[in-house]
């Protein structure tokens, strides 16, 4: 009989320890992929009287900081919040005065908070009051003047004052609110969007065409199209997702390269400036490093390569790592390299010996300037960091280099070069 059972038995302890593993597995919030501006709009009643004491605000901050909204404070959200109806947001309707620069994303709420006991009397005579809470939110973002969702959630604690056990019941749904708005925010940021972004003072098709090169690298962007390219007023569409239109001007400001500087003129309408210096990114390829050491670094040579690429792409604010796909570009194919992908360095390297002590030799080689840096660093005893302080010297080295051969840039890139070095 027990042989028979044993199957059974065992069925059972394995189904019990597989829902107990998923229940032990606690859903965690999603993260933004771009921090974003929040600013609340709230409307709070403790016993049916209005009060300003921001309980939801401060119970839900710094679990929306970790999931990247960070919120307006102080006169600034006063003044913002001030000519709008909440009564016709929590409709649906947008408030039309907040702009794309204001804010990203716009929380409309209802904080209602009533003493179980509805006696005074009985409440001031009492050690303890309950409170039962309810919120009800809902969530705009702006530069699509649009409500993307809503919630609502109710709560119990008890407390000494009125103020503390509604504070304790707001704590209590602070997790499934966060977690249903990281949801819903995730949702809408992650569907693409078309900017248009309106040019002045890019006067050649070539600079377009080394805008475009640039504008994949921004995290955020999946593709852009010159729709115009008159000089004066230029029109660029670009897809993005991930962030708002606000988000992506910041993204766009911050990026080498693409060489604009933008404002939000409206929802998803930019103006921009062309700026020579901001234009200013060298794409780089890290071709390979070789083990010149007599074989006794062989796996350090391949660990380096990833390295230094990761080093370069991070030190570097005025160059970008191309990613090519492949090892095809050498330093024998670098006008190819720039045919492709507008490349503008190949970096190659090698670990060599001497005596006791290991080196690492990094080299850069401009597609029209030739060889223009060449370094080498001691091993420090860290891969990471022997990539790390190779590449700050090749950086400043590449500098030098450029410096004297400024003259044998393409004229776009010496505009560009001269227009960096002299900020």
């Known amino acids: 009989m027990l042989c028979r059972l044993l199957p059974i038995l065992l069925a059972i302890v394995c189904l019990s320890s597989t829902a107990w593993a998923d229940t032990a597995k606690k859903p965690q919030p999603k993260v933004l992929s771009d921090e974003l501006s929040l600013l609340w709009i709230v409307e709070e009643r403790i016993d049916d009287e209005k009060t300003d004491l921001e309980l939801l605000q401060h119970a839900m901050q710094a679990d929306l900081y970790k999931i990247g909204l960070r919120a307006i404070k102080g006169t600034k959200a006063k ?30 709420a209802t904080v209602d908070s009533k003493a179980k006991v509805k006696d005074k009397r009985k409440r001031k005579k009492a050690k303890k009051m309950g409170y039962q809470v309810k919120v009800q939110l809902k969530m705009f973002r702006v530069d699509e003047q649009r409500y993307y969702g809503s919630l609502t959630q109710s709560s ?22 966060t977690m249903l708005i990281s949801i819903k925010t995730h949702a809408t940021m992650s569907k693409e969007n078309v900017a ?72 998803m309408k930019l103006d921009a400036t062309y700026s020579p210096s ?10 390979e490093i070789k083990d010149n050491s007599g074989g006794q670094r062989t796996g350090d040579a391949a660990k380096l390569k990833v390295a230094t690429a990761k080093q370069i792409d991070a030190l570097w604010r005025y160059s970008k790592v191309a990613d090519t796909g ?42 029209k300037a030739g060889e223009i840096a060449r370094v080498k660093k001691s091993d420090p005893g860290n891969i990471d960091d022997w990539a790390r302080l190779a590449v700050i010297d090749l950086g400043n080295e590449i500098l030098r280099g450029l410096d004297r051969k400024t003259n044998r840039l393409p004229s776009d890139e010496r505009e560009q070069y001269r227009a960096y070095r002299n900020q």
């Open 79 to 108: 003044a913002l919040a001030k000519p709008c109806d909440i009564e016709a947001m929590m409709k649906d309707e947008f408030c039309a005065s907040i702009g794309a620069t204001d804010a990203d994303i716009v929380f409309v």
């Open 196 to 267: 248009q972004i309106y040019v002045s003072g890019l006067p050649s098709a070539d600079q377009y065409n080394n805008m475009l090169l640039h504008f994949p690298l921004i995290d955020v962007v999946s593709e852009a199209r010159v729709r115009n390219l008159d000089p004066e007023k230029g029109q660029v569409s670009v897809v993005f997702s991930g962030t708002t239109v606000a988000g992506l001007s910041r993204s766009i400001n911050k990026s080498y390269g693409v060489g604009l500087k933008t404002t939000v003129t409206g929802p």
């Open 156 to 177: 119990y604690a008890t407390a000494g004052t009125a103020n503390l056990a509604t504070q304790e019941a707001l704590k209590k749904i602070v997790n499934p609110m």
């Open 326 to 367: 492949t090892d095809t570009y050498s330093p024998r194919y670098a006008t190819r390299f720039y045919n492709d992908y507008g490349g503008e360095l190949i970096i190659t390297g090698s670990i060599t010996r001497t005596a006791d002590v290991y080196f690492l030799e990094l080299v850069a080689k401009h597609h």
């Open 278 to 287: 901001h234009a200013f990114a060298m794409l780089s390829h890290v071709y």
